[in-house]
T-cell receptor
Framework: AQSVTQLDSHVSVSEGTPVLLRCNYS??????LFWYVQHPNKGLQLLLK??????LVKGINGFEAEFKKSETSFHLTKPSAHMSDAAEYFC??????????????FGAGTRLAVHP | DGGITQSPKYLFRKEGQNVTLSCEQN?????MYWYRQDPGQGLRLIYY???????QKGDIAEGYSVSREKKESFPLTVTSAQKNPTAFYLC???????????????FGPGTRLTVL
């Protein structure tokens, strides 16, 4: 069965410093992986996705993630944090559910705080 | 302007009442989903529908019901049988492309349900 683990429940950075949000996955074959962001009391917005093309994936708002099969990781990074990046981030693995549907398996989330 | 709308944004329910949460999409997506989000947890799937007039239980369907009479609409009813309904509810939709696991899901803004 596929699963995803977000290694940090909270990350705190200063504005202008790099961001690293860590995600490990478990999969018996090459997975599809996503990062979503959720601002307080809002829905989820897709940041980026990996679907077996380039291992370095660029997303919106300056975020990128690198798929490393040998480490079963899909960490999210950004060179310079902005105050507006403060939010909850979810690492997600996608699979074909038993009913043939698009099944998403969510990590528990990482709350990113950005300080002035 | 395509997207997913959910209403109401906030909903209060008394013990023993059924309530219905609305979800509408104009993205022409075949598949729709309902998730529940509790603090500090990832999203859990309640029900999904891959096509009009068909829907399936997800991981936590007990105490919930749905209908899919139109492609655009997928309302969720939280019944009195749901013992702990206070949560944030998110609706999503996606295409049903050939490579099912590649398809990202698009999320609505959510409904926060509180039991009084």
């Amino acid at each position: 069965a596929q699963s995803v683990t977000q290694l940090d429940s909270h990350v705190s950075v200063s504005e202008g410093t790099p961001v690293l949000l860590r995600c490990n996955y478990s999969s018996s074959y090459s997975p599809s992986l996503f990062w979503y962001v959720q601002h307080p009391n809002k829905g989820l917005q897709l940041l980026l996705k990996y679907t077996s093309a380039a291992t370095l994936v660029k997303g919106i708002n300056g975020f990128e993630a690198e798929f490393k099969k040998s480490e079963t990781s899909f960490h999210l990074t950004k060179p310079s944090a902005h105050m507006s990046d403060a939010a909850e981030y979810f690492c997600v693995v996608s699979d074909r559910g038993s009913g043939g549907y698009n099944k998403l398996i969510f990590g528990a989330g990482t709350r990113l705080a950005v300080h002035p | 302007d395509g997207g997913i709308t959910q209403s109401p944004k906030y909903l209060f329910r008394k013990e023993g009442q059924n309530v219905t949460l609305s979800c509408e999409q104009n993205l022409n997506h075949d598949a729709m989903y309902w998730y529940r989000q509790d603090p500090g947890q990832g999203l859990r799937l309640i029900y999904y529908s891959q096509i009009v007039n068909d829907f399936q239980k997800g991981d936590i369907a007990e105490g919930y019901s749905v209908s899919r009479e139109k492609k655009e609409s997928f309302p969720l009813t939280v019944t009195s049988a749901q013992k702990n309904p206070t949560a944030f509810y998110l609706c999503a939709s996606s295409t049903q492309g050939r490579r099912i696991s590649y398809n990202e899901q698009f999320f609505g803004p959510g409904t926060r349900l509180t039991v009084l």
